[in-house]
Antibody, heavy 123, light 106 residues
C-alpha cells in the first residue's frame, strides 16, 4: 500500500526550531518529487516547499524562504522539513504529498498525502 | 505569482443536484489545474488532474473542464458523502491553491 506518515510536530516557542519527517512506503521514493503543504486552523491549503526526486532541486514559498529547509534521504525513503525561526503564523497542520508526475517538481498533481502533523508556535 | 480565484466560497445544495464550482487563474496555465476534496479532519484527496482527467477510483459523477484561465468542477448528482471543501490547484508555476469552496447539504 502506498503510504506517507508524518511525524515531528508539536508545540514550540516563537523563534524556535522543529524538524518534520515523512516516511514513505509502497512506491519507489526516489522516482518522485515531494512537497510539504500546510493548513492553518480553519484556513485553506498553502503549498510550502518542494524537492525533486534526486534532491538536487528545491523550491519554497516566499512565506518560508530562508527559514525552512526541505531535504530527503532516498536511502531511508524519508522526506524532511527543517523549520527555523518559527512564528505564530506557521501554526498549522503540515502534510507531505507525493507528486503524481514523476521526479521533477511541478510535473503533476499531489496524488498521495500523509495524515498530517500539527505544529503549534506559541509562548 | 499565479493567483487562483475560486467561487463560490460556500455552497448549499440538495442531494441529487448538479453542483458547479469555478476557478480562475490570474494568467494562462494551460491545463495545469487539479481539483481536490477535503473532508473535516482528513487530508486532501485528488479527484481531477490536468483539468479534466478523473483520478483512478474516483466516482464518475465528478468531472472537470477548462483550459487557459477558466476552469469548472462539476458534481453531476450530489451525494451525501460529497459534503466537503473543494480546492483547485495550479502547477504551471510551482503551486497555488484556490481559497476553497465549502459544500453543504441543503
Amino acid at each position: 500500500e502506498v503510504q506517507l506518515l508524518e511525524s515531528g510536530g508539536g508545540l514550540v516557542q516563537p523563534g524556535g526550531s522543529l524538524r518534520l519527517s515523512c516516511a514513505a512506503s509502497g512506491f519507489t521514493f526516489s522516482s518522485y518529487a515531494m512537497s510539504w503543504v500546510r493548513q492553518a486552523p480553519g484556513k485553506g491549503l498553502e503549498w510550502v516547499s518542494a524537492i525533486s526526486g534526486s534532491g538536487g532541486s528545491t523550491y519554497y514559498a516566499d512565506s518560508v524562504k530562508g527559514r525552512f529547509t526541505i531535504s530527503r534521504d532516498n536511502s531511508k525513503n524519508t522526506l524532511y522539513l527543517q523549520m527555523n525561526s518559527l512564528r505564530a503564523e506557521d501554526t498549522a497542520v503540515y502534510y507531505c504529498a507525493k507528486d503524481k508526475g514523476g521526479s521533477g517538481v511541478g510535473a503533476g498533481a499531489f496524488d498521495i498525502w500523509g495524515q498530517g502533523t500539527m505544529v503549534t508556535v506559541s509562548s | 505569482d499565479i493567483q487562483m480565484t475560486q467561487s463560490p466560497s460556500s455552497l448549499s445544495a440538495s442531494v441529487g443536484d448538479r453542483v458547479t464550482i469555478t476557478c480562475q487563474a490570474s494568467q494562462d496555465i494551460s491545463n495545469y489545474l487539479n481539483w481536490y476534496q477535503q473532508k473535516p479532519g482528513k487530508a486532501p484527496k485528488l479527484l481531477i488532474y490536468d483539468a479534466s482527467n478523473l483520478e483512478t477510483g474516483v466516482p464518475s459523477r465528478f468531472s472537470g473542464s477548462g483550459s487557459g484561465t477558466d476552469f469548472t468542477f462539476t458534481i453531476s448528482s450530489l451525494q451525501p458523502e460529497d459534503i466537503a471543501t473543494y480546492y483547485c490547484q495550479q502547477y504551471d508555476n510551482l503551486f497555488t491553491f484556490g481559497q476553497g469552496t465549502r459544500l453543504e447539504i441543503k
